[in-house]
């Protein structure tokens, strides 16, 4: 179980790697989807191969989100697959803006507290 946001703490999203992507209520990747909230874990298990479970998610009012990305607000990089289902996730930022290259690879490196360094 993985904590996926402040705005809704009592919603369930289930991120999943499935052989038939016609159960995914979203799909994200080839391979990859949402699971239905309201649909049964017990199919959840039988359908997935992997899957993520996230308590609670992040949201936007409406054209908050552009709006952050039109001021440059966010740091953006295409995800890839394996990102859902990172075994060191907490190692994700950084192996991502790594990916991204450049002045991002640098921030990679920089230690949690930087008066340390």
Same mark, same amino acid.
């Given at each position: 179980m993985?904590?996926?946001?402040?705005?809704?703490?009592?919603a369930v999203m289930v991120l999943a790697e499935l052989e038939d992507l016609a159960? #995914?209520?979203?799909?994200?990747?080839d391979g990859v989807g949402v /699971?239905? #909230?309201?649909?049964?874990?017990?199919?959840? #298990? #039988?359908e997935a191969r992997r899957a993520r479970v996230f308590a609670g998610y992040a949201g936007w009012g409406a054209g908050q989100l552009e709006s952050e /990305?039109?001021?440059?607000?966010?740091?953006?990089?295409?995800?890839?697959?394996?990102?859902v289902f990172a075994q060191a996730h907490a190692e994700l930022w950084a192996k991502v803006l790594r990916r991204k290259g450049g002045q991002f690879a640098l921030l990679a490196r920089m230690p949690h507290d930087p008066s340390v360094n």
């Open positions: 993985h904590i996926g946001g402040p705005v809704e703490p009592t159960d #995914a209520a979203t799909v994200i990747f /699971l239905a #909230a309201d649909g049964d874990p017990t199919l959840w #298990a #039988a /990305l039109a001021e440059e607000a966010w740091i953006v990089e295409p995800a890839e697959p394996e990102d």
